[in-house]
């Protein structure tokens, strides 16, 4: 069974960094295309970052641009997620979703983490 | 980036109701358009991708249709079960962008 297991939430102050980590098992985590959503308390789905499944390529939404940096191990299946200067609007829970191949739909989630920002 | 718009955002409807919800992208998505179902505290689940695919294991009273900029998910036969959130998204481009959501609550 494919799975995904987030890692890494917590409590941050403002301006403060946290790094989560997706481990992936049940799939060839090297072959696919891995991408960040969250999700702001009452709110809806936000796409946040995604990278290529070699790890050479990444894209970012404009609210994290420059701030949190997305990258990979695939020989560790694990996924990442840097975050940096983080602020009251980055507290959400962050899912790491797998892309299907051909239409990139996020077929497989994790439960998700919890990120709350505040001093 | 193409917005996402989906109408309603909220409805009450009874087991047994045949539900639908249409999904509008600001410029044309071509297939690109997928389906989530996510219920209180839980991540997503994927339903249809390719705007009428079902993911494997997916209920078939489950349908979804369109293309281009109009899309539709059906229930055909509202089960107990299916009282959720549901989100569409847009796979054509980056960035990614959902729909704000509809909440299909009990009548």
């Known amino acids: 069974e494919e799975q995904l297991l987030e890692s890494g939430g917590g409590l941050v102050q403002p301006g403060g960094s946290l790094r989560l980590s997706c481990g992936a098992s049940?799939?060839?985590?090297?072959?696919?295309?891995m991408s960040w959503v969250r999700q702001a308390p009452g709110k809806g789905l936000e796409w946040v970052s995604h990278i290529s499944a070699t790890g050479l390529q990444t894209d970012y939404a404009d609210s994290v641009k420059g701030r949190f940096i997305i990258s990979r191990d695939n020989s560790k299946n694990t996924l990442y997620l840097q975050m940096n200067s983080l602020r009251g609007d980055d507290t959400a829970v962050y899912y790491c979703a797998k892309n299907g191949a051909t239409w990139r739909a996020f077929d497989i989630w994790g439960p998700g983490t919890m990120v709350t920002v505040s001093s | 980036d193409i917005q996402m718009t989906q109408s309603p955002s909220s409805l009450s409807a009874s087991v047994g109701d045949r539900v639908t919800i249409t999904c509008r992208a600001s410029q044309s998505v071509s297939r690109y358009l997928n389906w989530y179902q996510q219920k209180p505290g839980k991540a997503p689940k994927s339903l249809i991708y390719a705007a009428s695919i079902l993911q494997g294991g997916v209920p078939s009273r489950f349908i979804g249709s369109g293309s281009g900029t109009d899309f539709t998910l059906t229930i055909s036969s509202l089960q107990p079960e299916d009282f959720a959130t549901y989100y569409c998204q847009q796979s054509y481009d980056t960035p990614r962008t959902f729909g704000q959501g509809t909440k299909v609550e009990i009548k």
């Open positions: 049940g799939l060839t985590f090297s072959n696919y295309v």
